[in-house]
Nanobody
Framework: QVQLVESGGGLVQAGGSLRLSCAASENIFSINVMGWYRQAPGKQRELVASRPRFGSRIYADSVAGRFTVSIDSAKNTVYLQMNNLKPEDTAVYYC?????????WGQGTQVTVSS
């Protein structure tokens, strides 16, 4: 079972940047997909960015060109670099991992963007 621990959320002004981190309890090479979802109040959870072990990264249209997902395999950590943040990016961000057809989630970290 993969455990995920997130960090890096907070309050930032519009146009600012934040970097989220998610440390996995297992070797990242054993995980098929890692990435980030978010959920804003009153809305469904949505995919933000996905980094498959093989294949291309996937981004939501609303964040493409502003957000970047990356992995540090030495630290078993996935990052979400968020630039040019907008108030509509305000949400709880969840790290996720897919391993052997099972999905695992972090506890969530709040990102608030003020206008």
């Amino acid at each position: 079972q993969v455990q995920l621990v997130e960090s890096g959320g907070g309050l930032v002004q519009a146009g600012g940047s934040l970097r989220l981190s998610c440390a996995a309890s297992e070797n990242i090479f054993s995980i098929n997909v890692m990435g980030w979802y978010r959920q804003a109040p009153g809305k469904q959870r949505e995919l933000v960015a996905s980094r498959p072990r093989f294949g291309s990264r996937i981004y939501a249209d609303s964040v493409a060109g502003r957000f970047t997902v990356s992995i540090d395999s030495a630290k078993n950590t996935v990052y979400l670099q968020m630039n040019n943040l907008k108030p509509e990016d305000t949400a709880v961000y969840y790290c996720y991992a897919e391993q052997r057809s099972a999905n695992y989630w972090g506890q969530g970290t709040q990102v608030t963007v003020s206008s």
